[in-house]
C-alpha cells in the first residue's frame, strides 16, 4: 500500500502548529493563515506561494538576500512579501520566514493570554559574571537560527548598556532598579535597525557610524581613537565588519570582558567573523590581529546561536589560537 507523502502545506502547517499559541485556518479570501492570538504571521495560497508582512528594514535584507519578493496586490510597498514554494529548500525556508515573525510576536506581545512580554524580557538576567547582565534574546532575522542580545555592565561610575535589541525596553524597569543607564554603546550600525523604544540613555558610538545610526536613534556623542572612559572601560575601534564597528573592553575587577558585536561572534560555540560584501577585507584582518593583543578572558558578542552559550570564558593561548583560524580564513577569501 503506498504512503502518501505531506503536501508542502501539509508540512508547513505541521511545523508551525507545533509552536505554543499558534492557531492555522482558512480566511476569508480562502488562504490558509498562521496567527499568534491576534496578530497574523503569514499564510499560504495553496502549496505553491507565502504571503507574509514583514517590519521594512527586515524586508529589505530578506528580499536583497534573495529570500522574497514584492507582494503581487503590494509591488510597490516594502514590508509586504511574497515566496513561491517549488522544493523542499522553499519549505524549509518558508518556515523560517514564519519562524521570524513568531519570535518576534513573542519577544515583544508574550504568549496568547499573558499580560505583557514574557517575563524574562522583563528584568536584566545576572550572568555568572559579576556586575553583567544580559537583556532578553532577539532572533536575528537575517540569521533566524542565532539570537542577539544587550548587555548592563553595572558599575560604581555609571551602568552602561552595550548594544542594542528591540526588546530591550521590556526590561526597562528592571534596569531602573539596578540603577539605570548613563550610556548607551553601540558596537556598529546595523544595531540601529534593533533601535528600543524606551531606553532613554545617552547613544554613542564612532564617527563612521553616526549617518547610519542617527535615523533610529539621538546621538550623543562619537568618537574615532581609542581611549578609556573611567578607568575600567576601554574604547577600541576594529574597522572592517563596518567601518566603525568598534570593540569595548570592560575590567568588571573579576574579569576582563570583551564586547566584539558582529566582528566576532559564537556560530555553535566556534569563534567566527561575518565578512560582508560591503566590509573592509584588509581592515578586518588588523582588527583581528588587533583582537589578538588585548587582554582579555571573556569574549562577549551581539550574537550567538539560540540554546548555546552567549558569551565564551577562554585564555591567552586559546584565544590567539581561535583568532589565527578565523585571520585564516578571512585571508583565504571565506566570510566567516
Known amino acids: 500500500m503506498a504512503i502518501k507523502q505531506q503536501t508542502a502545506s ?6 508551525v502548529t507545533s509552536w505554543p499559541g499558534v492557531e492555522a485556518g482558512l480566511g ?34 530578506l528580499f536583497d538576500q534573495g529570500r522574497i519578493d514584492h507582494h503581487p496586490v503590494f ?48 528584568r536584566g538576567d545576572k550572568t555568572e559574571i559579576d556586575g553583567l547582565y544580559a537583556l532578553a534574546p532577539e532572533s536575528l532575522p537575517f540569521a533566524p537560527s542565532h539570537d542577539i542580545r544587550a548587555f548592563l555592565l553595572r558599575r560604581d561610575r555609571g551602568n552602561l548598556l552595550l548594544y542594542s535589541t528591540t526588546i530591550a525596553s521590556a526590561a526597562a524597569p528592571a534596569v531602573k532598579q539596578l540603577g539605570g543607564i548613563s550610556r548607551h554603546y553601540l558596537n556598529h550600525r546595523h544595531e540601529a535597525l534593533f533601535a528600543s523604544e524606551r531606553v532613554a540613555a545617552p547613544v554613542f558610538v564612532h564617527e563612521a557610524e553616526r549617518a547610519s545610526v542617527s535615523g533610529r536613534y539621538t546621538v550623543r556623542g562619537t568618537f574615532s581613537r581609542r581611549h578609556m572612559l573611567d ?35 559564537l556560530d555553535d560555540g566556534e569563534w567566527v567573523a561575518a565578512v ?15 583582537i589578538g593583543e588585548l587582554d582579555f578572558d571573556v569574549l562577549v558578542p ?34 566567516h
Not at 39 to 58: N, Q, S, T, Y
Not at 237 to 249: E, I
Open 10 to 15: 501539509e508540512r508547513i502547517t505541521e511545523q
Open 28 to 61: 476569508r479570501r480562502g488562504e490558509f493563515g498562521f496567527t499568534l492570538g491576534r496578530r497574523e504571521l503569514g499564510h499560504l495560497h495553496g502549496d505553491r506561494v507565502f504571503h507574509g508582512g514583514f517590519p521594512k528594514k527586515v524586508w529589505q535584507e
Open 75 to 122: 509591488p510597490g510597498k516594502p514590508g509586504y512579501a511574497a515566496r513561491r514554494i517549488d522544493g523542499d529548500d522553499d519549505v524549509r525556508d518558508v518556515i523560517e520566514l514564519i519562524r521570524l515573525n513568531y519570535d518576534r510576536a513573542v519577544a515583544t506581545h508574550g504568549l496568547p493570554g499573558e499580560s505583557s512580554a514574557p517575563a524574562h524580557a522583563a
Open 231 to 265: 578607568e575600567d572601560f576601554e574604547v577600541i575601534p576594529t574597522p572592517g565588519h563596518t567601518p566603525g564597528a568598534t570593540a569595548y573592553l570592560w575590567d568588571s575587577g573579576e574579569r576582563r570582558l570583551l564586547f566584539t558585536g558582529d566582528t566576532i561572534y
Open 276 to 290: 560582508l560584501a560591503s566590509s573592509d577585507r584588509e581592515a578586518y584582518i588588523h582588527s583581528l590581529e588587533l
Open 302 to 335: 551581539w550574537a550567538a546561536t539560540r540554546g548555546q552559550p552567549f558569551y565564551a570564558v577562554t585564555d591567552r593561548s586559546d584565544l590567539q589560537r581561535r583568532i589565527g583560524a578565523i585571520i585564516e580564513r578571512v585571508r583565504r577569501g571565506e566570510d
